[in-house]
């Protein structure tokens, strides 16, 4: 069965860091892309950034230069470093994957976790 879990999530004031992760259980990992989304309340869900098998990876415009997607193999794990962060940020975070990279980004995903709460305080 596979199963991604976040966590990590919290509450953080403006101009602070988190860092969530996303661990991945049921299939091959390192021959998947991994890709962060979120969810702000009364927004669609968007993407956030993604990392693919080779590690090659991409970002919203909105979270260039500030969030870091990285990933441990041996840990079946994923992680989103978040700095500068703002209010704006708010939102529920979710991951997925897909081997399709592309795919992924454009938000295809047959697995997704149940997402991890960040709040953002101005």
């Known amino acids: 069965q596979v199963q991604l879990v976040e966590s990590g999530g919290g509450l953080v004031q403006a101009g602070g860091s988190l860092r969530i992760s996303c661990t991945a259980s049921?299939?091959?990992?390192?021959?998947?892309?991994l890709g962060w989304f979120c969810q702000a309340p009364g927004k669609e869900c968007e993407f956030v950034a993604a990392i693919s098998w080779d590690t090659s990876t991409r970002y919203a415009d909105s979270v260039k230069s500030r969030f870091t997607i990285s990933r441990d193999n041996a840990k079946n794990t994923a992680y989103l470093q978040m700095n500068s962060l703002k209010p704006e940020d708010t939102a529920v975070y979710y991951c997925?994957?897909?081997?399709?990279?592309?795919?992924?980004?454009?938000?295809?995903?047959?697995?997704w976790g149940q997402g991890t709460q960040v709040t953002v305080s101005s």
């Open positions: 049921g299939r091959l990992f390192s021959t998947y892309a």
């Open positions: 997925a994957d897909n081997r399709d990279g592309p795919a992924l980004v454009s938000g295809v995903s047959d697995y």
